[in-house]
T-cell receptor, first 114, second 115 residues
Framework: AQSVTQPDIHITVSEGASLELRCNYSYGATPYLFWYVQSPGQGLQLLLKYFSGDTLVQGIKGFEAEFKRSQSSFNLRKPSVHWSDAAEYFCAVVLKAAGNKLTFGGGTRVLVKP | GAGVSQSPSNKVTEKGKDVELRCDPISGHTALYWYRQSLGQGLEFLIYFQGNSAPDKSGLPSDRFSAERTGGSVSTLTIQRTQQEDSAVYLC?????????????FGEGSWLTVV
């Protein structure tokens, strides 16, 4: 079945440590790929997106993501986490042949330890 | 403000009652979306409006759900005869054009609780 999977429901990381959030998709063609962040009580904010070209994408707040076609993955990374990065992170896709609807993964909740 | 505005921010309603949720998109945005975020279901697409085109209603879970967009701007999501499983956060979003290359901006949501 076509899907977007975020294997990790929760991740706990120490402040200053690196963070990697996994995202895999299962579609016949490469979709457009997005990462969103949802902080407590706030709406979803776009961190970065990938359409084509350079497979390493830079986003806001010091995040980056790497598209790997061979692994059908689009993992999000940050070299050094700040306490304000505690939030829920969603990977999302748009199928090029299916209009402009975002399909979201289940989300990964990140907790940051002091 | 300049963002997507939703009202009410919180709504508690009795089972069986109808509710209306309102969305004011960013001025000039032609595309408008409704999503539902609930425990155990994640973020689900509900409906998508793009300009004067017929809306994509493929995500509406039942005929109790409907939405309209008047004048290409404000949208109202209506849930009739609410059920407890309708309890969720309803998120509205808009984008300048109905194309994935344009960023989709989300509102803070309307939290619906059906008791």
């Amino acid at each position: 079945a076509q899907s977007v999977t975020q294997p990790d429901i929760h991740i706990t990381v120490s402040e200053g440590a690196s963070l990697e959030l996994r995202c895999n998709y299962s579609y016949g063609a490469t979709p457009y790929l997005f990462w969103y962040v949802q902080s407590p009580g706030q709406g979803l904010q776009l961190l970065l997106k990938y359409f084509s070209g350079d497979t390493l994408v830079q986003g806001i707040k010091g995040f980056e993501a790497e598209f790997k076609r061979s692994q059908s993955s689009f993992n999000l990374r940050k070299p050094s986490v700040h306490w304000s990065d505690a939030a829920e992170y969603f990977c999302a896709v748009v199928l090029k042949a299916a209009g402009n609807k975002l399909t979201f993964g289940g989300g990964t909740r990140v907790l940051v330890k002091p | 403000g300049a963002g997507v505005s939703q009202s009410p921010s919180n709504k508690v309603t009795e089972k069986g009652k109808d509710v209306e949720l309102r969305c004011d998109p960013i001025s000039g945005h032609t595309a408008l979306y409704w999503y539902r975020q609930s425990l155990g279901q994640g973020l689900e697409f509900l409906i998508y409006f793009q300009g004067n085109s017929a809306p994509d209603k493929s995500g509406l879970p039942s005929d109790r759900f409907s939405a309209e967009r008047t004048g290409g701007s404000v949208s109202t999501l209506t849930i009739q005869r609410t059920q407890q499983e309708d309890s969720a956060v309803y998120l509205c979003a808009s984008s300048p054009l109905g194309s994935a290359v344009n960023t989709i901006y989300f509102g803070e949501g309307s939290w619906l609780t059906v008791v």
